[in-house]
């Protein structure tokens, strides 16, 4: 280009501004948008942008914003249960043509620095996550989701150790389980450490849609062990895992009280007891499955292993033919019947220690998710007779609570002893197990909850109203809180420099933030944040946020 | 003192300055009234600015604002003249930021001190600095909150720049108008001071609401600029 042609388009390129600029103004708030809560922050996931933007609460409902960035193609996010960490997968460049293009990867933003991510690179671009409570693993697996691959490995489980850094072939691990029967995972179980003989041990317990595999999560060199559900050679059923329930075993008796797996399915109403039994070599932690099983007459909805008066049982819910709850000795198959009045279909376990029940075993709350039964039942499991009994007598041991529509959800809380019900009816139930006490609040329409980590209160809103209020559980006592946006979501998080934080989330959506709530102005609405003191929220200190998502978008 | 006040003192001064020399000037000019001459401007000018803390506000670099400007030859000598002047450029520039309405407003007063070569009598060519001072208003709109974002602030500003001035007409000293126009260009760099954009939601006084700022950052509307303007001189 000659030097006078080059002066020209200089020139023109002054003239009309040539210079484009950055693409993250360009780029709409992808909707919905997902709000995260570690303990101490709160997450907002920005994933056009690939980046979480982080809130923090300070003094005087202060808010301090930072984004730390995440990986493409956002599939699935998660969160610890105990705030510690956020999850979130993603799967990189769809066709990656080049070195350079981003391949699949798992960020995690810790509760400790919340304002840096951890980035561990993928082998391969799955779709689920699993999380391990005890807070050291996240299990990425393919689930039912194929994630746009006309092709899949379900038995792939790449292992992610969360609490130590990325190293190339190590952390993360890819391990692909032996698939015997034509299986693919659907559901995966940290268990708590179970006692062996030798030392405690913790197992994942991998349902896939044909048997039961158990994965050591300490040792990755130990082979994986598959549990069958049913016998080929005769028993020609398609039986697949419904559930599991896990017993740890008594660390005081390893060799005489092993660990146990019980295993319900689809269709059969047996239980499928799998005791881990020791070796018979001292030296060795290894273990041998050992099948039983447990005729509970029908086709059980729910099992748990539960401690009674007589010492611990298996529970199984069974709805039909007759609707029964069944204590199985896993001894010797020994079961007690409890007639039920209604078809409950699952179990919330309430342990001895704080549930308030007779002679130290458990409470479990029974109740129903579906069939319209308006009812829930206290089951005292401190009131269970010997075995020269052949049913539970019920009028001693189960207490039912009538309520005024069919149970929709149980949420338990950090207090063991409570639990928040909600009814198809639009009434909510705070249930305090330990003083049997059901206490009725009302509502006008259909309520998110969210509850606090401590587990000492809730907060109810409707989505898409301005409508909110705190509910001390303890009382339950509700106090409205006055808030003049639309609430699309909450958090309580804690503050900086002590005491808790309430986030109320405004504009999430596309379309939640109705017309009469917004101001006269044109183009989208942004994304706001109301601040109160969690304690005592109050409209008249809280203070209102908004456009949080240009917040950082400075290079 | 505030720094809008130094803005218009600026500007004042200039004037001052410019009536005070201008009784005393232009006897020694090669090229009489088209050399030695007040003159008024009315221009366009383009300021390619490349502050990332523009880009909220505009879909591009570019910066156009409306120049009008005023200058009186004070001193000449054969082929060359110096003309103080002062120049108020005003423009605006409106976007959207991930959707949201955004608008972006620019003041910059400025006392031009402006040398000139003549070439001939219809040409000359010149040299500018400008000290001055750029008022610049943002605002974001968010029909979520309770009123507009809105940050307000002055930052001091300097340009240097050359550029040439045309004669149009009349070309003749001894014409009977005394009246010329002439068509100039002038381009060169542009500084300006960074300011931030903490900003605050624009509540009428006594509104009860507490709120919370929005911070994009800062911004510097500095760059190259090219500026194009019509001048009438007497």
Not at chain 2, 95 to 117: D, K, P, V, W
């Amino acid at each position: 280009m000659s030097m006078r042609r080059s002066f020209a388009v200089a020139l023109w390129c002054l003239a009309v501004g040539c210079g484009g600029r950055g693409a993250q103004w360009d780029t709409p708030v992808a909707a919905p948008v997902t709000p995260l809560g570690l303990r101490n922050a709160a997450a907002l996931i920005d994933t056009n942008l690939k980046r979480a933007v982080v809130l923090r609460a300070g003094a005087d409902q202060g808010l301090s914003i930072d984004a730390v960035p995440l990986g493409k193609n956002i599939v699935s996010t998660a969160t610890s249960p105990d705030g510690s960490r956020i999850f979130v997968l993603s799967q990189g460049e769809t066709t990656r043509l080049s070195a350079a293009d981003e391949g699949p990867s798992l960020t995690v933003i810790e509760a400790a620095h919340p304002t840096v991510s951890k980035r561990y690179d993928l082998p391969d671009a799955l779709t689920s996550l699993a999380i391990d409570p005890a807070g050291r693993f996240a299990i990425v697996y393919a689930g039912d989701n194929p994630g746009g691959s006309f092709i899949k490995n379900p038995n792939e489980l790449i292992f992610v150790d969360v609490t130590a850094d990325p190293k190339p072939k190590e952390n993360p691990f890819l391990r692909t389980l032996p698939s015997n029967v034509g299986g693919s995972p659907k559901r995966l179980t940290f268990t708590d450490p179970l006692h062996f003989a030798r030392s405690d041990r913790r197992l994942l317990v991998v349902e896939t849609d044909r048997d039961v595999m158990l994965v050591d999560l300490d040792d990755r060199n130990r082979p994986e062990i598959s549990l069958p559900v049913t016998d080929p050679r005769t028993d020609a059923r398609p039986l697949a895992p419904a559930g599991i329930a896990v017993e740890a075993g008594d660390p005081a008796a390893v060799m005489d009280r092993p660990p146990v797996i019980a295993v319900r399915t689809t269709t059969d109403d047996n239980v499928l007891l799998y005791t881990l039994r020791p070796s018979t070599d001292p030296a060795s932690d290894d273990f041998a499955p050992t099948p039983n099983l447990a005729f509970v007459g029908g086709v059980p909805s729910d099992i748990a292993f539960v401690s009674t008066n007589q010492g611990g049982r298996l529970a199984a819910l069974v709805p039909s033919p007759t609707a029964t709850g069944v204590l199985v000795k896993v001894d010797d198959n020994q079961t007690l019947t409890a007639k039920l009045t209604v078809p409950y279909q699952q179990m919330s376990l309430v342990t001895g220690s704080v549930s308030g029940a007779s002679g130290g075993g458990d409470q479990v709350l029974l109740w129903s998710g579906s069939g319209g039964v308006a009812s829930i039942a206290i089951w005292d499991l401190g009131k269970v007779p010997d075995a020269a009994y052949n049913d539970i007598d019920t009028l001693k041991s189960v207490e039912t609570l009538n309520l005024s529509g069919p149970v929709e959800s149980v949420v338990g809380v950090a207090d063991p002893t409570l639990k928040v019900l909600t009814t198809s009816n639009q009434s909510l139930y705070v249930l305090d197990l330990g003083r049997h006490k059901a206490s009725p609040l009302n509502t006008t329409t259909d309520v998110a909850l969210r509850f606090s980590l401590a587990g000492d209160r809730a907060w109810a809103f409707v989505p898409g109203e301005p409508e909110l209020a705190q509910i001390a559980l303890g009382g339950p006592d509700v106090a409205r809180v006055v808030i003049d946006r639309a609430v699309d979501d909450v958090l309580e998080i804690e503050r900086e420099g002590g005491g808790k934080a309430l986030l109320a989330f405004h504009g999430l959506g596309d379309s939640t933030v109705p017309i009469s709530f917004r101001s006269s102005s044109t183009g989208r609405p942004g994304v706001g944040v109301t601040v109160f003191d969690a304690s005592t929220p109050d409209a008249v200190t809280s203070r209102r946020y908004s456009s949080v998502m240009l917040e950082r978008l400075m290079p | 003192m505030k720094t809008s006040s130094i803005g218009w003192l600026l500007g004042s001064s200039a004037l001052l300055g410019v009536g005070l020399y201008a009784t005393a000037a232009g006897a020694e000019s090669r090229f009489g009234s088209r050399e030695h001459f007040w003159q008024g401007e009315l221009g366009v000018r383009t300021t390619f600015v490349t502050d990332p803390g523009f880009d909220p506000f505009a879909n591009d670099d570019a910066l156009t604002q409306l120049s009008l400007g005023v200058a009186r030859t004070v001193w000449d000598e054969d082929r060359v003249s110096f003309a103080p002047g002062v120049i108020w450029d005003y423009g605006w520039r409106n976007s959207t930021a991930r959707g949201q309405s955004t608008s972006f407003t620019s003041h910059r007063i400025a006392l031009a001190l402006e040398g000139r070569y003549h070439l001939f009598p219809f040409v000359y060519g010149l040299v500018r600095l400008t000290p001055g001072a750029v008022r610049q208003s943002m605002e974001v709109d968010d029909p979520l909150s309770p009123a507009p974002f809105v940050a307000q602030n002055w930052a001091f500003a300097f340009d240097a720049s050359a550029g040439a001035a045309f004669l149009l007409g009349p070309q003749l000293e001894d014409s009977v108008s005394p009246v010329r126009w002439w068509l100039a260009a002038e381009g060169g760099y542009s500084y300006a001071g960074s300011t931030s954009l903490l900003m605050h939601p624009d509540l009428a006084d006594g509104d009860p609401r507490r709120t919370g700022d929005l911070n994009l950052g800062t911004l510097a509307v500095s760059g190259g600029f090219l500026r194009v303007y019509g001048s009438v001189t007497y």
